[in-house]
């Protein structure tokens, strides 16, 4: 036999019995996909953020279809459009979603905030929460490099003197904002909370003044002013509770330096 016509014989036969040893070895081990998870996935928006204390929305989906305990109103990017369409593929009562948007604890802007260096490194926070905090005396406060504005997808930051300021109007509450915070000042609140302390600065009152001239101090006047008992001090900083506050506004008036702000 003509070696050639051989030699393509058995190189055609070798692939034969692969293919069929693939074929066999695809059906054999196949993994059957999840209707269910598939069908929630294809529900979710598909931000991947990670805000529903899940591995991405795929993560979420799984989750949903495999343990019916986990709520189906954990998805703050799609809110509640999204939850009643989950809840009717797995045949539960829809939940209402809590509506949450990202806050920037700091409101230390350039004019407001002593600065003991001038930082000439690179246009990034975590490189300048790694020199010496970008040259700002305020070892807590917001670095204004932007990070935060990368992450956004839905462009709802902006960097204002210095300081990162998120439109409420835009923010759809995923997250990705605070988990890249090098100085972790990026709270999601929600909608309960209608007074705030944007300071995250936990030295004492002397200390915090001299860095910053709109920082908490930890004078307790707001907690004392308040009738409803809704602000209590953690670690020197005072600090708002959404669930009593009713927003009265006594707090705000009674705070001598404008640190609380009603959102």
């Given at each position: 036999?003509?070696?050639?016509?051989?030699?393509?014989?058995?190189v055609?036969?070798?692939?034969?019995?692969?293919?069929?040893?693939?074929?066999?070895?695809?059906r054999?081990?196949?993994?059957?996909?999840?209707e269910?998870?598939k069908k929630?996935?294809?529900?979710?928006p598909?931000?991947?953020?990670?805000?529903?204390?899940?591995?991405?929305?795929?993560?979420y989906?799984?989750a949903?279809?495999e343990d019916?305990?986990?709520?189906?109103t954990?998805?703050?990017v799609?809110?509640?459009d999204?939850?009643?369409?989950?809840?009717?593929?797995l045949?539960?009562?829809?939940g209402?979603?809590?509506?949450?948007?990202?806050?920037?604890?700091?409101?230390?802007?350039?004019?407001a905030?002593?600065?003991?260096?001038?930082?000439?490194?690179?246009?990034?926070c975590?490189?300048?929460?790694?020199l010496?905090?970008?040259?700002?005396?305020?070892?807590?406060?917001?670095?204004?490099?932007?990070?935060c504005?990368?992450?956004?997808?839905?462009?709802?930051?902006?960097v204002?003197?210095?300081?990162?300021?998120?439109?409420?109007?835009l923010?759809?509450?995923?997250?990705?904002?605070?988990?890249?915070c090098?100085?972790?000042?990026?709270?999601?609140?929600t909608?309960?909370?209608v007074?705030?302390?944007?300071?995250?600065?936990?030295?004492k009152?002397?200390?915090?003044?001299?860095?910053?001239?709109?920082?908490c101090?930890?004078?307790?006047v707001?907690?004392k002013?308040?009738p409803?008992?809704?602000?209590?001090?953690e670690?020197?900083?005072?600090?708002?509770?959404?669930?009593?506050c009713?927003?009265?506004?006594?707090?705000?008036?009674?705070?001598?330096?404008?640190?609380?702000?009603?959102?």
């Amino acid at each position: 036999m003509n070696p050639i016509l051989l030699a393509v014989l058995l190189v055609s036969g070798i692939g034969l019995v692969l293919g069929v040893f693939l074929v066999i070895s695809n059906r054999v081990f196949a993994v059957k996909e999840n209707e269910t998870a598939k069908k929630i996935q294809e529900a979710l928006p598909g931000a991947n953020c990670g805000a529903c204390g899940f591995s991405g929305c795929s993560g979420y989906a799984a989750a949903l279809a495999e343990d019916k305990t986990v709520a189906t109103t954990l998805c703050t990017v799609g809110g509640n459009d999204v939850a009643a369409r989950i809840a009717e593929i797995l045949g539960v009562e829809a939940g209402s979603v809590a509506s949450v948007k990202a806050r920037v604890m700091c409101q230390g802007h350039k004019t407001a905030r002593s600065y003991t260096a001038d930082y000439t490194g690179l246009s990034s926070c975590r490189a300048a929460a790694a020199l010496y905090n970008g040259g700002s005396a305020c070892a807590y406060g917001c670095l204004g490099y932007g990070d935060c504005v990368a992450a956004c997808e839905k462009e709802a930051i902006s960097v204002c003197q210095g300081v990162a300021v998120v439109s409420p109007a835009l923010c759809v509450g995923c997250g990705k904002c605070a988990a890249v915070c090098p100085k972790g000042i990026i709270q999601m609140v929600t909608e309960k909370q209608v007074a705030v302390v944007p300071c995250a600065n936990k030295d004492k009152g002397a200390a915090t003044k001299k860095a910053c001239a709109v920082g908490c101090l930890g004078c307790k006047v707001c907690l004392k002013a308040c009738p409803e008992e809704a602000i209590r001090m953690e670690e020197g900083l005072a600090v708002v509770d959404a669930e009593k506050c009713v927003g009265c506004g006594k707090c705000v008036a009674a705070c001598k330096f404008g640190v609380i702000k009603m959102v």
